[in-house]
């Protein structure tokens, strides 16, 4: 397989009505989250395909998780659901009354996960956390993710509490993607240096159509800011302000977005663009002027530099999207 | 052709002058006066008003003591109509969905907007019977420059309608000046036929009672809001309009910008309630309004996360003090941000393509603008002030 054009399987698995497909539709689909309530219950599985960074193809298998799926899932098609798996994204329901079915499930999941493709990742999202109240949300995510660790086999086990109502989605789902993007290295180590030439506090790399953090920078100065989940909450808010302009402008949200947005205040200088075909380039550097667009002028030198070497096809270094899909980045393209 | 030259910037800049001096005075010698600038030009007419310019200017944040002569708005409605949901939408930042969780009100609850005028929203408990004796009616109603009433369009209103009629009537008695604006509200949930009907119902019935009591031309308004979409701000936008003494002034000088520089439609928001104070007189368009709104939104939460401080964060060079920032979104349409001062921001939309390579004569119009209006209200503070002198000088 051409490895440019690499398809990672995600199985998306969980109990019915734990809320596999809102979050699918919230973070791929352009839905707000109070769409969610239009979407009825998953039969069998929904297989879809997400354009991610141009040149990584997600293979979304959303498994309806009816007793009677999982059931089959476990049992007639335990081979064909389990195998080349590269991530196994599994949902908890927070509210849920049988915690101990639930993680004999998952359980049964992880066997058949191990049988089948060992080296997968394990994602586990206690999902629906908007219902507990603020107080306790921590002590229960942390009594529940140390249950989720110890029914989990082998597996390294990544847990995230969720809500599809607050930049808590924005997190999880930013881990899971970090996790697959091939080179990541490679673009870390450019942004690395990227940032250190501009003098810039923070660079993040976003993804155009989710808006889902890809990679970010932080210098010394930078890491001092004390908001720490400060990248879920751009995205939420960029999301949101897309919406907006979606609607106002008549299109759809998913062919809606920004060209530049350039932000000066006393405190700090924000220049958000497009930087290659399928990401935004976010940065904050400290005020001055003279110093805010020059650095705004090397980022569009660097993007010039990406776009050339792209066109040449040396596509080595920095793993650029191919060029000839400009207009299939809608996120979700069901086959 | 939005731009001549630079040159042209610079009549702009003499535009904005003369305008500012013009219509300064022809807005205090218009004929049409709210109640709470009423009270205000009555007490200046006593006086030299020439003698102001001695004053030192004050600054743009009102001192403690002119807060007093500030226009009030008073919530009002029978219980359960949405008042505190209100005013915790618009004043609090609160998400409309979460108003469900409100308790209701018992007591008067005075909240004072900390905004570049500060409105007062007192929110009127509904059961609380205020027309009876045992309550001060000018302790009510004195100094009140609008009156906002909340009707359930969801429920029956017959009652609520018959309360609001005898309190017009009150008011109407005693102080002829207050702005009555009806709120006919959670029109979320009706169909847009049935939503006119009640409109036209409530305002047919309070009409009827206002010219049955011998009222022609009450100053009585009426708008259909929900907090669920932008039509309380809008409606509450209206209602302060009203009681902003320089409206006029402040709309010539934003057309004048917006002419010179392109703009399809521009508003000057108060950050903290994006409720706009004034706007160009071209139509009102939601869609843009609701871009503007939605596109502060963005920069004060995008500020939150990075307007940290400590001794290593250092600036690089020179910067100018306000917030500056603009968006180019997809179909190529530029939203343009503005700070003015503490509480103010010029928002506008720019559709025309020539506009766009000219950022640098849209920033210095609008910088010209930022010292027309700051002139605007420095003047207005010094009126609060002489007032308050006048005040004074009696109980001495």
């Known amino acids: 397989m051409d490895a440019r054009k690499k398809k990672r399987k995600v199985l998306l698995m969980g109990k019915s009505g734990s809320g596999k497909s809102s979050m699918r539709s919230i973070i791929f689909s352009n839905y707000v989250a109070k769409d969610v309530r239009r979407l009825g219950a998953t039969i069998d599985v929904e297989h879809s395909h997400v354009k991610f960074m141009g040149n990584l193809t997600l293979n979304l298998w959303d498994c309806g998780g009816q007793d009677a799926f999982m059931e089959t899932y476990l049992a007639s098609q335990r081979g064909n659901i389990f195998s080349d798996v590269a991530v196994l994204i599994y949902v908890f329901d927070i509210e849920s009354r049988e915690v101990d079915r639930d993680l004999d499930t998952y359980n049964a999941v992880i066997e058949a996960l191990r049988e089948f493709s060992p080296n997968a990742y394990v994602f586990c999202l206690v999902h629906k956390m908007d219902l507990i109240q603020a107080e306790h949300r921590q002590r229960i995510y942390e009594e529940r993710s140390t249950l989720i660790r110890s029914r989990s086999e082998h597996f390294y086990v990544d847990t995230f509490g969720s809500s599809i109502w607050d930049q808590s989605l924005y997190k999880a789902w930013a881990g899971i993607v970090h996790k697959l993007i091939p080179n990541l290295t490679v673009i870390e180590r450019f942004l690395t240096a990227f940032a250190k030439k501009i003098d810039a506090e923070e660079v993040i790399l976003f993804e155009r159509s989710t808006f889902l953090t890809v990679t970010s920078v932080t210098s010394e100065v930078g890491e001092l800011n004390p908001i720490y989940d400060r990248h879920e909450r751009l995205s939420n808010i960029m999301k949101a302000f897309k919406h907006c302009a979606a609607r106002n402008t008549l299109t759809t949200p998913a062919s809606a977005g920004f060209v530049v947005m350039h932000t000066k205040t006393p405190q700090f200088n924000i220049f958000l663009g497009r930087f290659t075909d399928n990401t935004y380039i976010f940065l904050v550097v400290p005020p001055g002027e003279a110093a805010y667009n020059c650095a705004v002028l090397n980022t569009m030198l660097a993007r010039e530099g990406f776009s050339k070497s792209a066109a040449a096809g040396r596509t080595d270094g920095f793993p650029l999207p191919p060029a000839e899909t400009p207009e299939d980045t809608n996120g979700l393209a069901t086959r | ?396």
């Not at chain 2, 702009?12 to 219509?23: A, E, G, H, Q, T």
Request: include cysteine; charge should be negative.
């Open chain 2, 1 to 396: 052709m939005p731009f001549a030259s630079v040159r042209r910037s610079r009549s702009l800049d003499l535009d904005l002058d003369r305008c500012l001096s013009n219509n300064y005075l022809s807005s205090l010698a218009s004929t049409y006066k709210t109640g709470a600038q009423l009270s205000l030009e009555l007490l200046l007419q006593g006086q030299n008003y020439a003698g102001g310019s001695a004053l030192p200017r004050s600054s743009l944040i009102p001192s403690t003591q002119a807060r007093d002569a500030k226009p009030r708005l008073l919530l009002m409605g029978l219980r359960r109509s949405g008042k505190s949901s209100i005013a915790s939408v618009v004043f609090h930042k609160m998400p409309p969905n979460e108003t469900l969780f409100l308790e209701s009100t018992t007591r008067i609850q005075k909240d004072s907007i900390h905004s570049f005028m500060d409105f007062q929203v007192w929110d009127f408990p509904g059961q609380l019977e205020y027309l009876e004796p045992s309550f001060d009616l000018e302790d009510i109603f004195g100094s009140l420059g609008a009156l906002v009433w909340v009707i359930d369009a969801q429920d029956d209103y017959l009652d609520s309608v018959a309360r609001l009629n005898r309190t017009i009537l009150t008011v109407q008695q005693y102080y002829p000046g207050i702005n009555i604006e009806v709120f006919i509200h959670k029109v979320d949930g009706l169909s847009d036929e049935y939503r006119t009907d009640t409109f036209q119902d409530i305002v047919q019935r309070i009409s009827d009672e206002l010219s049955d009591a011998g009222y022609e031309n009450a100053p009585v308004h009426y708008y259909l809001t929900s907090i669920y979409d932008y039509s309380v701000f809008e409606a509450f936008s209206k209602v302060i309009q009203k009681l902003i003494p320089n409206l006029s002034t402040l709309e010539n000088l934003i057309n004048t910008l917006g002419n010179n520089c392109g703009f399809e439609k521009t508003y000057l928001f108060d950050v903290l309630s994006k409720i706009y104070i004034a706007s160009d007189t071209r139509p009102v368009d939601m869609a843009c309004y609701e871009m503007c709104s939605d596109y502060i939104d963005v920069i004060v939460d995008i500020s939150e996360l990075y307007s940290w401080d400590h001794p290593e964060r250092r600036p690089k060079g020179e910067q100018i003090q306000e917030a500056e920032s603009h968006v180019v979104l997809h179909d190529e349409t530029m939203i343009h941000l503005m700070e003015m001062n503490k509480y103010l921001c010029l928002v506008s939309v720019i559709r025309n393509p020539e506009a766009k390579e000219k950022r640098g004569l849209i920033d210095m119009n609008c910088r010209t603008f930022q010292d027309a209006l700051n002139d605007v209200f420095s003047r207005s503070w010094e009126q609060l002030e002489q007032l308050e002198q006048l005040e004074d000088q009696p109980s001495v």
